[in-house]
């Protein structure tokens, strides 16, 4: 957050003037400065990076609050909360500075995580819906609590915790813009964020736990069960997935099994050359094809099979001319080639040597029509895509790198973390009102396991028993 966004310590503003200078050029509202003293006849001085001013009180009063925040010399941030003139591009003639002062400062000089969990990522999200993942709810944080410095490092307002808990060991609760996190160490002696709370604006803040300011390197982080358990459900995904019999292996050679029968099935068929194309009034293009020693081959595959979907093109892909590489995963990209063109042979004439494609119904419009002259084979974009899909969710489960990395271990009935929640009752009144009427014991049952499952809850029975309604 920015320094202005600060409500918290014993609150000073004072109007200031150059003491030398005609002017404080054209600092803005909101700029961090500092304020001390430079022991010369008590001279007051601010700085705003490289550049400083003495300046002194607008008026006695104000010159008595100055000499005060100087006297006092307690850790304090300070910022230009107001500017005479109000326009940024006129030098500034005297300024309204907010000073806010702590009792102590305390400097922490080694990095600092703050593990942030399912949990609390759970009561993020029910408050900012927009927040769709860890990384959103990580950012989202460090931007309400942690103060930026200038010179790149952060700082914090602590206090002690307001849980009554005396077990909690090193347990504090920090103050940011609207919000305050509560922090304690967890079983395995790791800084983790236990609950995120509003906090509102008071007028003074509680003796009984002054707020302190903090210089150091905090930042919030992952220690969420997927983001503790990646490195590791990587390593051993890697020794599983090299075993022959794992669940992981065979999805993936059974992948490029099914790749190479499409493969050799669209290279039986071949392709048929085309010399034009025209579109027809009821939405089908005709295809005036050309006379050469593919075109019986061709026309029988046709005959022989209930439906076909074929594709034009420019010229035939890659899979159809190159040789197939038996231990290729990845599928040929129509990349570079245009957008696609397919659609359903819905008839031929042997006698005039035409061919008819029927574009599918929910993307007629907006086709781009197909080459002039080109060549029409069995569709591969529909089979590209799926297997494509298939592949990259074998390979992101395999490394762990889904949103759910414990997912590949499961499949392989691997013994898995648990991640911390909250238990969510199985009856709401949203529930009972979609059961329409009271479920039977089983429903509700399987309503708890379902929504208190760490991962994955299989709902089974016999017909009739109310699955659908549970599910």
């Known amino acids: 957050m920015k320094i202005s966004d600060v409500q918290r310590g014993k609150s000073t503003v004072l109007e200031v003037v150059p003491a030398a200078k005609d002017d404080f050029g054209t600092i803005t509202s909101q700029t961090e400065v500092e304020l001390f003293s430079s022991g010369l006849e008590s001279e007051a001085l601010m700085r705003v990076g490289k550049s400083s001013w003495a300046i002194e009180g607008a008026n006695a009063h104000q010159q008595e609050l100055l000499a005060g925040v100087l006297l006092r010399a307690l850790p304090r941030v300070a910022w230009v909360a107001a500017r005479h003139p ?27 995580d703050l593990g942030v969990d399912e949990k609390v990522v759970e009561y993020v999200r029910g408050k900012r819906k927009s927040l769709s993942s860890i990384g959103d709810v990580i950012a989202w944080l460090e931007d309400r609590i942690l103060v930026t410095d200038p010179g790149g490092s952060t ?7 307001p849980n009554p808990q005396a077990d909690q060991r090193s347990a504090f609760r920090l103050y940011g813009r609207g919000w305050a996190v509560d922090v304690a160490r967890d079983a395995e002696d790791r800084l983790q964020v236990t609950r995120v709370v509003e906090a509102k604006r008071t007028q003074n803040d509680d003796d009984r736990r002054p707020i302190l300011l903090v210089r150091g390197q905090f930042r919030f982080v992952d220690h969420t069960v997927a983001g503790r ?8 995904l890697d020794q599983i ?26 290279r039986e068929f071949g392709w048929l050359t085309y010399a034009s194309r025209q579109p027809l009034a009821d939405g089908r ?14 026309i029988r595959s046709l005959e022989e099979s209930e439906s076909v979907d074929l594709e034009a093109a420019a010229a035939p892909p890659p899979e159809l001319t190159e040789p197939i590489d038996l231990d290729s995963e990845s599928e040929g990209s129509p990349n570079g080639r245009g957008r696609i063109f397919a659609g359903e042979c819905v008839g031929y004439d042997r006698r005039r040597l035409t061919l008819d494609l029927r574009l599918p119904a929910w993307n ?3 086709r781009n029509p197909p080459p002039d002259a080109g060549v029409l084979f069995m569709s591969l974009g529909g089979d590209r895509t799926r297997l494509e899909r298939r592949r990259k969710a074998q390979a992101l489960i395999a490394s762990a ?14 013994v898995v973390p648990e991640r911390r929640r909250r238990k969510e009752k199985p009856l709401s009144a949203a529930a009972r009102e979609a059961f329409g009427g009271e479920p039977t014991g089983r429903q509700v049952e399987a309503l708890r396991v379902a929504l208190n499952t760490p991962d994955i809850a299989l709902v089974q029975g016999p017909p009739g028993t109310g699955k659908t309604r549970t599910i």
């Not at 293009?285 to 061709?298: A, V």
């Open 86 to 112: 109000n326009d940024d591009k006129l030098a500034a003639t005297s300024l309204v500075v907010e000073v806010r002062e702590f009792p102590s400062e305390n400097v922490w000089p080694q990095p600092v």
């Open 155 to 161: 700082r914090v307002l602590l206090s002690g915790s």
């Open 229 to 236: 358990f990646r490195g590791t459900a990587r390593s051993e």
């Open 241 to 266: 997935v090299g075993e022959a019999g794992s669940y992981l292996a065979i999805w993936r050679e059974y992948n490029k099994l099914e790749r190479r029968s499409i493969q050799r099935r669209a």
């Open 285 to 298: 293009w005709r295809f005036h094809l050309k006379d050469d020693e593919r075109l019986e081959d061709c």
């Open 364 to 366: 007629d419009e907006d």
């Open 401 to 414: 790198e889904c949103p759910m990395p414990q997912l590949g271990l499961l499949i392989e009935g691997k």
